[in-house]
Antibody, heavy 119, light 107 residues
Framework: QVQLVQSGAEVKTPGASVRFSCKAS????????IHWVRQAPGQSLEWMAW????????KYSQKFQDRVTVSRDTSANTAYMDLSSLRSEDTAVYYC????????????WGQGTLVTVSS | DIQMTQSPSSLSASVGDRVTITCRAS??????LNWYQQKPGKAPKLLIY???SLQSGVPSRFSGSGSGTDFTLTISSLQPEDFAIYYC?????????FGQGTKVEIK
């Protein structure tokens, strides 16, 4: 069965960087794209970035373009997202999600990683 | 970016009720519209994709309709486990924007 298992919660100070990981099981990560979505406390969902896990192509939301990098390690069946220059507004749960067949919806999600940014 | 607007923002309903949630896109998205359910502390779960296709394993009481700019999620007979927040999402263009959510609460 398909599973996406994300790294654990983090506490960071303003200006720091954080790396998220998303390990896939039950399928080969290079088969489908991985998306990154975040959710601030009490807020809706916000799409951040996408990686074609097959060829490594990436696309970023303009909002995060300067601070986000997504990557993958096909040998580890794992995707990563790096977020830099953290500020308090980045406090949120960060999810990875897998493209479904047809590539127009997210059919499996990771459990989420809570990042708290506080001085 | 395409803006997605859901209505209502919240609703109270009883078990067995028929519930309808609407989602409007700021521009046409064809049928590239998905619905997700999210329970507290959990990741979203895909219910409906491509406006009206039921995701595998999702109960048939959930259905979706619409195309263009106006879409509907219907729960034909609300069950206790359906109390949650529901989000629409367009996948017509990047960024794949979400609606603000509709919270379905127990009356």
């Amino acid at each position: 069965q398909v599973q996406l298992v994300q790294s654990g919660a983090e506490v960071k100070t303003p200006g720091a960087s954080v790396r998220f990981s998303c390990k896939a099981s039950g399928y080969t990560i290079s088969t489908y794209a991985i998306h990154w979505v975040r959710q601030a406390p009490g807020q809706s969902l916000e799409w951040m970035a996408w990686i074609n896990a097959g060829n490594g192509d990436t696309k970023y939301s303009q909002k995060f373009q300067d601070r986000v990098t997504v990557s993958r390690d096909t040998s580890a069946n794992t995707a990563y997202m790096d977020l830099s220059s953290l500020r308090s507004e980045d406090t949120a749960v960060y999810y990875c999600a897998k493209d479904g067949v047809g590539k127009q919806h997210f059919d499996f999600w990771g459990q989420g990683t809570l990042v708290t940014v506080s001085s | 970016d395409i803006q997605m607007t859901q209505s209502p923002s919240s609703l109270s309903a009883s078990v067995g009720d028929r519930v309808t949630i609407t989602c409007r896109a700021s521009q046409r998205v064809s049928s590239y519209l998905n619905w997700y359910q999210q329970k507290p502390g959990k990741a979203p779960k895909l219910l409906i994709y491509a406006a009206s296709s039921l995701q595998s394993g999702v109960p048939s009481r959930f259905s979706g309709s619409g195309s263009g700019t106006d879409f509907t999620l219907t729960i034909s007979s609300l069950q206790p486990e359906d109390f949650a927040i529901y989000y629409c999402q367009q996948s017509y263009s990047s960024p794949r924007t979400f609606g603000q959510g509709t919270k379905v609460e127990i009356k």
